[in-house]
């Protein structure tokens, strides 16, 4: 006789819910950022290096009132740069993307990680894909192309080539999570990839010329490093709470708030084909994330 899991009472899963869609919150307002001071002559490598950096002061509080800082001991140095060297590289063409596209279009591409987090377990993982897993890639990718336009002169090759290179990069870097997950704790992975995120920017912001922000610039900076940190955190207290297949589907709420911001900052309005593309993309992510649901609840 199979023994039944026991759920989380409901209040907590409410309680996780809340927390996802306020860790969505702060990444469309953590891009929103990233955006304006982008704009405001500010290279990405110190956007990068500023993110990361303050993001230990939340990260720091994090790991002192729960774990301690004995978690930081690792078994997989390799692994965990590995890690930070493809999520790195997802950062950086994500934070160029939002230069290049309307907040809402460059959050849209983001949701394309899950697919290629798919193919990359076939391929990396020797994991089995079905035939219907395959068919929401197909699908999913088919919401991009309604999503990019590619009509001559209505579309931004490079803002959608760096937004499909950010989601590349993210699934990855959760590939790359995969493998050295057992013996590697969550603050743990966490901790070294700020801690290359802060290297990361540095070394590049020393290349490619460091530019001294303004008072308000400097001010959005940490408040990218501070939101950021909040923001990764909130996720892993969502999973803590709720189990991955009641929340996950809430990281599409980025997409609202993504809207708002652009909206209220810029005047963006989303043109219907991001929306109808974005609809495509999500629905695929969400069947696939149904399906590998379905295959692990099939193990137990």
Sequence with gaps: MTAVAA??????????????????????????????????????????????????????????????????????????????????????CGFSAVQHLPLTEATALQFTSPLFMTALSALLLSEKV????????????????IMARPVPGQIDVLGVALGVLSALGAAGAMVAIRQIADTERGPTIVFYFTLGGVVLGLVGASIVGWVMPDAKTLALLILAGLIGGVGQLLLTEALRNAPIGIIAPFDYTQLVWAAVFGLVVWGEVPQPLTLVGALVVAASGAYILHRELRRFSARD
């Design 7 to 92: 759920q989380p009472p409901a209040q907590r899963v409410l309680l996780g819910i809340g927390l996802r869609v306020g860790a969505m919150a702060c990444m469309a307002c953590l891009s929103a950022v990233v955006k304006w001071t982008g704009s405001h002559g500010v290279p990405v490598f110190e956007i990068i290096f500023f993110r990361n950096l303050f993001a230990f002061v939340p990260l720091g509080l994090y790991i002192a009132r729960t774990t301690g800082f004995e978690v930081l001991k690792t078994q997989r140095p390799l692994g965990h740069m590995l890690r930070a060297v493809i999520g790195l590289t997802g950062m950086v």
């Design 130 to 145: 079905g035939r219907h897993r395959w068919a929401a890639v197909v699908v999913g990718f088919l919401g991009v192309l």
